[in-house]
Nanobody
Framework: QVQLVESGGGLVQAGGSLRLSCAAS????????MGWFRQAPGKDREFVAA????????YYADSVKGRFTISRDNAKNTVYLRMNSLNPEDTAVYYC????????????????WGPGNQVTVSS
């Protein structure tokens, strides 16, 4: 079992920045690919970004490419999501997840999830 807890969300004005953190505990964090998803009110949970265990590869949704950066520190069992140039469409609950197998884009390929962290971007 891997326990995940997100932090760093909050209220920010359009154009601002936030950095989300996801701390892992339990089983070793290192072998897992990690991802960030988000869910806005009334919408499905969608893929945002992912990173391989080695950090050699990263993946982004088109909507955040060039604005968001995912990174990880395996020594600290933590994955980060740096979000720049935020706009109101980025308002959502953000979830980190540990990938089990398969793709990096599908919710079903992630075995462990955090409880989520609210990000609100005001216009």
């Amino acid at each position: 079992q891997v326990q995940l807890v997100e932090s760093g969300g909050g209220l920010v004005q359009a154009g601002g920045s936030l950095r989300l953190s996801c701390a892992a505990s339990g089983r070793s964090f290192s072998p897992y690919g990690m991802g960030w998803f988000r869910q806005a009110p009334g919408k499905d949970r969608e893929f945002v970004a992912a990173i391989t265990w080695s950090s050699l590869s990263t993946y982004y949704a088109d909507s955040v490419k060039g604005r968001f950066t995912i990174s990880r520190d395996n020594a600290k069992n933590t994955v980060y999501l740096r979000m720049n140039s935020l706009n109101p469409e980025d308002t959502a609950v953000y979830y980190c997840a540990a990938r089990d197998s398969g793709t990096y884009y599908r919710r079903a390929d992630y075995a462990y999830w955090g409880p989520g962290n609210q990000v609100t971007v005001s216009s």
